[in-house]
């Protein structure tokens, strides 16, 4: 199903696609990272918690941010078997539910409460529990709040399109050059 760009969506769309090419770059870290760790502990015997906890890191990282693109080129999980068998109108109105009754309520609960998980990291100076852990652990629990505010902007861009496309509101816009570099 094609969904019809809206100013908005296309505009939310292109610098979250932009963050989702950048932070993909993570990946190729978090390999090196891990290849450093595997050789100075099999080849050195020199075993560092930190090369660890900055692995967990990095793929947080990597994962949390990595929702927004997925939702915005939608290569996430679907349950393409039953919805490829709906009418466009159909996939669509599923759509808009799954929005309104259990994505936007996760993220708003995930959004919420990860508020006062970092301010009281923040507050207590939380530090990892390991010997030679990282410092700052509130940093990577801000994440959190990081990768679903992303994923808020993915959904409302979304909602948006959905939106358009079963009420005709907002119009979408005709697929011109000049119209999206106006955009972008």
């Not at 090419?21 to 050789?39: E, H, K, P």
């Not at 309104?100 to 100076?125: G, K, M, N, Q």
């Amino acid at each position: 199903m094609k969904l019809p760009d809206t100013t908005l969506s296309v505009w939310i769309e292109s610098r979250l696609t932009r963050f989702g090419n950048a932070i993909s770059w993570i990946w190729l870290i978090l390999l090196f990272v891990i290849v450093v760790n595997v050789v100075m502990r099999y080849f050195f015997g020199l075993g560092r918690i930190e090369f660890e906890e900055i692995q967990w890191h990095l793929y947080g990282i990597g994962f949390l941010s990595g929702l927004s693109y997925a939702y915005v080129s939608d290569s996430h999980v679907r349950i393409d078997v039953v919805r490829l068998k709906l009418s466009n109108q159909m996939q669509a109105w599923i759509e808009l539910y799954g929005i309104l009754l259990l994505l936007l309520p996760f993220i708003a609960l995930v959004l919420i409460f990860s508020v006062p998980f970092v301010e009281y990291s923040y507050s207590t100076s939380e530090v990892s529990e390991a010997p030679g852990g990282l410092k700052y652990r509130w940093l990577i629990k801000s994440i959190l709040g990081f990768g679903f505010f992303l994923l808020l902007l993915s959904v409302l861009a979304r909602l948006t399109r959905v939106w358009s496309f079963l009420f005709g509101w907002p119009r979408s816009f005709v697929e011109s050059e000049e119209i999206r570099e106006e955009v972008l």
